[in-house]
Nanobody
Framework: QVHVVESGGGLVQPGGSLTLSCTAS????????MGWYRQAPGKQRELVAD???????NYADSVKGRSTISRDNAQNTVYLQMNSLKPEDTAVYYC??????????????WGQGTQVTVSS
């Protein structure tokens, strides 16, 4: 079983910054992909940014230039630094981790989400 836990959400003023963290633990053999998604009230969950095991990154147009995704492979941890935050960034942010467990079975696990609210 693989557990995914996010942290770092909160209330921030427009123009402010926030860094989210996510760590995967449990019966992990190898982590391949790590990413951040978000879901605002009344909207579908959308990709914010993700990164693969080769270090490649991918960003949604809405956050490109304002956000940086990074990972610590030794700790199975991924970070999302967000700058110049806007009210439309308000959402629950979810971490997604893909890989193989110790039985060499693929897993695709989600965290429970962390709320980010951008408001003055």
């Amino acid at each position: 079983q693989v557990h995914v836990v996010e942290s770092g959400g909160g209330l921030v003023q427009p123009g402010g910054s926030l860094t989210l963290s996510c760590t995967a633990s449990g019966k992990i053999f190898r982590v391949i992909g790590m990413g951040w998604y978000r879901q605002a009230p009344g909207k579908q969950r959308e990709l914010v940014a993700d990164t693969n095991s080769g270090g490649g990154t991918n960003y949604a147009d809405s956050v490109k230039g304002r956000s940086t995704i990074s990972r610590d492979n030794a700790q199975n941890t991924v970070y999302l630094q967000m700058n110049s935050l806007k009210p439309e960034d308000t959402a629950v942010y979810y971490c997604n981790v893909k890989g193989a467990n110790t039985e060499l079975q693929a897993f695709d696990s989600w965290g429970q989400g962390t709320q980010v609210t951008v408001s003055s």
